[in-house]
């Protein structure tokens, strides 16, 4: 019996149109909310770049009380996103909000830095915008995408302490500086392997250094507060 090969071909390539329309549609709703997810973002860091203004300084706690009012929605967009991603795909579709969640790593990670000047945990990052840290436990928050985080935090304290200065608080850049040096000396114990973290933390090193001269400076200025002595 002699087969139709043309319709065969035709009803292949009909399956691989509609496999291809089925996902740029599951594509585009998965960017509408990530659009969502951004815009909230947006909104957390606009917040929180007001510890940069003078009075700003004074206020951290209000600040940060205000930009943490917005986690709430913030775990809606990512429930909703974990929704919309097929079960063990999450890196399929990983480059989708990548970026958006590296944000939201440094946004949680500065507020627990305004509020402890310490270190958040990639636990505590998760546990703040709503995802898990296993595979096996849903949406989760990638160590990479946390570690940028990390690596942004460096930056803006690098900025925050020269507007500290202008402030006339002198006594946070020797904090600052302390904790980038203990930043950097854990980065330095791994091994980076992703290239775009490599050239942030390189980053990190020149943060750090900014820093340290603004430290000097205060220093032999003999700014520096008697309670660092």
């Given at each position: 019996?002699?087969?139709?090969?043309?319709?065969?071909?035709?009803?292949?390539?009909?399956?691989?149109?509609?496999?291809?329309?089925?996902?740029?549609?599951?594509?585009?709703?998965?960017?509408?909310?990530?659009?969502?997810?951004?815009?909230?973002?947006?909104?957390?860091?606009?917040?929180?770049?007001?510890?940069?203004?003078?009075?700003?300084?004074?206020?951290?706690?209000?600040?940060?009380?205000?930009?943490?009012?917005?986690?709430?929605?913030?775990?809606?967009?990512?429930?909703?996103?974990?929704?919309?991603?097929?079960?063990?795909?999450?890196?399929?579709?990983?480059?989708?909000?990548?970026?958006?969640?590296?944000?939201?790593?440094?946004?949680?990670?500065?507020?627990?830095?305004?509020?402890?000047?310490?270190?958040?945990?990639?636990?505590?990052?998760?546990?703040?915008?709503?995802?898990?840290?296993?595979?096996e436990d849903g949406f989760i928050l990638d160590l990479e995408d946390y570690l940028a985080g990390l690596l942004m935090l460096s930056s803006e304290l690098s900025r925050f302490v020269v507007n500290s200065v202008t402030a006339g608080d002198y006594l946070r850049p020797f904090r600052v500086a302390q904790f980038l040096s203990e930043l950097s000396a854990?980065?330095?114990?791994?091994?980076?392997?992703?290239?775009?973290?490599?050239?942030?933390?390189?980053?990190?090193?020149?943060?750090?250094?900014?820093?340290?001269?603004?430290?000097?400076?205060?220093?032999?200025?003999?700014?520096?507060?008697?309670?660092?002595?």
């Amino acid at each position: 019996m002699i087969m139709d090969s043309s319709n065969n071909l035709s009803d292949v390539f009909l399956q691989y149109s509609a496999y291809m329309e089925d996902e740029q549609s599951l594509r585009e709703e998965i960017r509408s909310q990530v659009r969502e997810l951004e815009q909230t973002a947006r909104e957390m860091t606009t917040l929180l770049q007001s510890v940069h203004q003078q009075d700003g300084i004074q206020n951290i706690p209000a600040i940060c009380e205000k930009a943490k009012g917005l986690y709430p929605t913030i775990k809606e967009h990512y429930a909703a996103l974990s929704k919309k991603v097929p079960k063990d795909q999450y890196y399929r579709f990983h480059d989708h909000w990548r970026f958006v969640t590296q944000r939201m790593a440094f946004v949680a990670a500065l507020l627990v830095y305004l509020e402890t000047e310490q270190l958040a945990t990639q636990q505590m990052v998760a546990d703040a915008i709503g995802v898990a840290l296993n595979k096996e436990d849903g949406f989760i928050l990638d160590l990479e995408d946390y570690l940028a985080g990390l690596l942004m935090l460096s930056s803006e304290l690098s900025r925050f302490v020269v507007n500290s200065v202008t402030a006339g608080d002198y006594l946070r850049p020797f904090r600052v500086a302390q904790f980038l040096s203990e930043l950097s000396a854990g980065f330095r114990l791994l091994n980076l392997k992703n290239d775009n973290l490599r050239k942030r933390f390189d980053g990190l090193k020149y943060d750090l250094k900014k820093v340290e001269e603004v430290v000097y400076d205060l220093s032999i200025r003999g700014l520096k507060p008697k309670q660092e002595t």
